[in-house]
């Protein structure tokens, strides 16, 4: 990463924490921003789609702790599942049309392992079943009834996720006699996430509860690996947020890893994704969709479909969750 632009995007200094471009949230090790030698390597790091700076604290615990890459981006979207206030994540999702919560989350080392579960229900922690799968089964993929099983069999316990806030919300909705899949713009806060450790290895994870009020059995993007999540540890990793069906049609994160061993930066490689989507849909002013990706050295990217808005992109220092803000421009 070019020292300016690398100072330009660590305005917050000595805690380490780096401003956040248009999905992330970054953490970076503080001895990485003092010196001229140190700004090309800004490994341990973690990154989050989204604002979602208490999961990327939880990441920067581990790295900093030594731990790997893996044990980081796990424990690092924990948070968000755990955190019943996020409605789009884990327990306190959003729920899909007929009231039941469904999962999705996916999660990939550094040796190409990976691990899924799909339209998982009652589990907290489906990333950390999605581990489980990866680790000590010979698939990839658990769906439902079979996933959840398998979480059971696993020692996860039984849990209802559906806050009374979700459905509060949800019976609202029903009320407007919506009975109908829309696709949701603004409620969708899937957190993907991407770690490098000390050894320079990346992981990462991507967890939801996917649409709100989706048809039941619907699975979007997020566990999906190669569309909301991939990884190569030779390359680098990128994840995505947003409408899941646009993330599927284009194969968005492999594409992305695949643009950089192009040698395409994460940033460039994230635009040319973006930029596929729009090339495709007429309606591109109507839905979200963003891409986040890192490269094995560190730099980071992202980039967005934005409805109002269209694409936008990380421009100049600045923290903010908020989609309009003027740390975000319009190209
Ligand atoms: C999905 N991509 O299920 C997810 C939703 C999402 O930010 O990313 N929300 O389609």
């Known amino acids: 990463m070019q020292r300016r632009n690398f100072l330009k995007k660590t305005g917050l200094g000595a805690t380490g924490i780096v ?9 970076i090790a503080p001895q990485h921003i003092t010196t001229e030698e140190n700004t090309q390597s800004v490994i341990p790091l973690a990154v989050c789609t989204w604002n979602f700076e208490n999961a990327t604290a939880k990441a920067w615990e581990v790295l900093n702790s030594g731990g790997s890459a893996l044990d980081a981006v796990e424990q690092g979207v924990m948070i968000e599942e755990a ?3 996020n409605q789009t994540v884990g327990k306190g999702g959003r729920p899909d049309r007929d009231g039941n919560v469904t999962l999705d989350a996916c999660i990939m080392d550094k040796d190409g392992n990976c691990g899924s579960v799909v339209y998982l229900q009652n589990i907290v922690h489906p990333v950390s079943v999605a581990r489980k799968v990866m680790e000590e089964t010979p698939h990839v993929m658990l769906a439902g009834k079979g996933a959840e099983q398998f979480a059971y ?12 806030r979700s459905k509060r919300d949800w019976l609202k909705w029903k009320e407007k006699s919506q009975y109908e899949t829309i696709i949701n713009i603004e409620n969708h806060d899937t957190i993907g996430m991407l770690t490098i450790d000390k050894n320079g ?97 560190g730099e980071v990217g992202s980039y967005c479909i934005h409805p109002g808005f ?14 309009s803000s003027s740390h975000y421009k319009a190209e």
């Open 310 to 323: 269209s694409y936008r992109k990380y421009t100049e220092e600045g923290h903010t969750n908020n989609p």
């Open 19 to 27: 401003a956040t471009p248009l999905l992330s949230s970054w953490k």
């Open 83 to 85: 955190d019943e206030s």
């Open 153 to 164: 069999e696993k020692g996860f316990q039984k849990e209802n996720l559906l806050t009374e």
């Open 201 to 297: 290895d990346i992981a990462g994870a991507c967890t939801t509860s996917g649409m709100a009020y989706k048809v039941g059995g619907r699975v979007g993007d997020s566990p999906i690996v190669g569309a909301g999540l991939f990884i190569d540890n030779e390359i680098g990793g990128a994840t995505a947020t947003g409408v899941g069906e646009e993330v599927v049609k284009t194969v968005g994160s492999f594409l992305i890893v695949e643009l950089m061993r192009q040698g395409k930066s994460p940033q460039e490689a994230c635009e040319e994704a973006v930029n596929r989507i729009i090339a495709k849909n007429k309606n591109h002013d109507t839905f979200q969709v963003g891409f986040l990706a890192i490269n094995k050295t």
